[in-house]
């Protein structure tokens, strides 16, 4: 190559030494990527001893999958920091575009992960359930979104609940897609997207007692000091313990009485107990978010359904109320009208 007298080639000695068709080169070409030297006085291209390294550094970064303006980008940026070909530092604009090209491939691989699992539940499913789980599946975006799971929540969560309690509430609340699921997991995020999708929450149903009594800078701290209590609970679920009073029960009466500004008595907590037993809950809502969190095999984590669950039949045993109140978890579990469980 560059073997004429003016030290050019032309553009098939530049695309055999490239490794690339003569179309390739005339397409970056006619783009800008790689301009010509001159024009012989036939009007061929003919390029200069730097459109080989140039080409090769095209080439590369087209492998990558980096579409024309962002190559078009870091050979500008390289031109003009003076780095002669492809061996120098990468750029702002190299690292910016091979940032975006991950997270592009990540989400393409989340995709294909979640239709490969969505195409075994379908294969695997007895072939009466078939039709309506392809409906169900269906249904669900890919990559899957959380975005109906999160305008459920915000027309439940309590109006004018303060932005950062109810994203914090909304980080526990709303389960992230397994990025390499099992069948049975999108089968439960299908069914939970499902079931979001279903009426608007706060329309006909009932609020749970503590939204109306907290207000909203009330619900704020009762959120908090629910989270903290759920997650005390949360230890002695994994343990296998039965519900029993100590730190996790006295966290959660006490995230009710900061919310209602009230002292903690026996009484108070009588009549919480009541109140809890009767209030709407959400508990499928809460057995799907289980089922997306577990991969086959694993034990579940707890939720904040079970962790309630486990805090109200503490503070049922600890105030004697009657079993008949609901407030054990395999009562409650019988429950189905919809409702957050606090």
């Known amino acids: 190559m560059f073997t004429s007298k003016d030290g050019?080639?032309?553009?098939?000695?530049?695309?055999?030494?490239?490794?690339?068709?003569?179309?390739?080169?005339?397409?970056?070409?006619?783009?800008?990527?790689?301009?010509?030297?001159?024009?012989?006085?036939?009007g061929h291209r003919r390029y200069?001893?730097?459109?080989?390294?140039?080409?090769?550094?095209?080439?590369?970064?087209?492998?990558?999958?980096?579409?024309?303006?962002?190559?078009r980008r870091i050979l500008d940026e390289r031109h003009a920091d003076g780095a002669p070909g492809a061996g120098s530092g990468a750029g702002g604009a190299l690292e910016a575009a091979v940032a975006g090209r991950l997270r592009?491939?990540?989400?393409?691989?989340?995709?294909?992960r979640w239709r490969e699992a969505a195409l075994r539940l379908v294969q695997e499913s007895p072939p009466?359930?078939?039709?309506?789980?392809?409906?169900?599946?269906?249904?669900?975006?890919?990559?899957?979104?959380?975005?109906?799971?999160?305008?459920?929540?915000?027309?439940?969560?309590?109006?004018?609940?303060?932005?950062?309690?109810a994203r914090a509430f909304l980080d526990v609340a709303v389960p992230q897609p397994p990025a390499d699921p099992a069948p049975a997991q999108v089968l439960?995020?299908?069914?939970?997207n499902a079931l979001a999708l279903g009426p608007c929450p706060g329309t006909g149903r009932t609020q749970p007692e503590a939204h109306r009594a907290a207000g909203a800078r009330g619900a704020a701290?009762?959120?908090?000091?629910?989270?903290?209590?759920y997650e005390l609970a949360g230890v002695h679920l994994r343990r296998g313990r039965a519900p029993h009073a100590g730190e996790a029960l006295d966290g959660f009466v006490a995230a009710y009485t900061n919310a209602y500004e009230v002292r903690d008595t026996s009484g108070f907590r009588r009549r919480l107990a009541g109140q809890l037993a009767a209030d709407p809950r959400l508990d499928r809502y809460w057995e799907l978010v289980a089922e997306v969190h577990t991969a086959p095999g694993e034990r579940p984590e707890p939720t904040p359904g079970t962790a309630h669950d486990w805090l109200l039949a503490a503070l049922a045993a600890q105030t004697g109320a009657a079993p008949d109140q609901g407030t054990s978890p395999r009562q409650s579990k019988r429950r189905t009208s919809p409702g957050l469980g606090v």
């Open 8 to 42: 050019l080639c032309g553009i098939g000695e530049l695309a055999e030494g490239a490794g690339v068709t003569v179309k390739t080169v005339r397409f970056y070409s006619d783009r800008g990527l790689l301009p010509e030297a001159s024009r012989s006085t036939g």
């Open 188 to 192: 439960a995020f299908a069914r939970l």
């Open 221 to 229: 701290v009762l959120y908090t000091g629910l989270a903290e209590a």
């Open 128 to 165: 009466g359930e078939q039709t309506d789980r392809l409906r169900l599946i269906g249904t669900v975006s890919v990559p899957p979104s959380t975005a109906p799971l999160v305008r459920f929540w915000r027309g439940w969560l309590p109006a004018r609940m303060p932005a950062g309690a």
């Open 48 to 71: 200069g001893p730097e459109a080989l390294d140039r080409l090769r550094l095209i080439r590369s970064l087209r492998a990558l999958g980096l579409g024309v303006p962002e190559v």
């Open 104 to 112: 592009e491939v990540g989400s393409e691989l989340k995709a294909l």
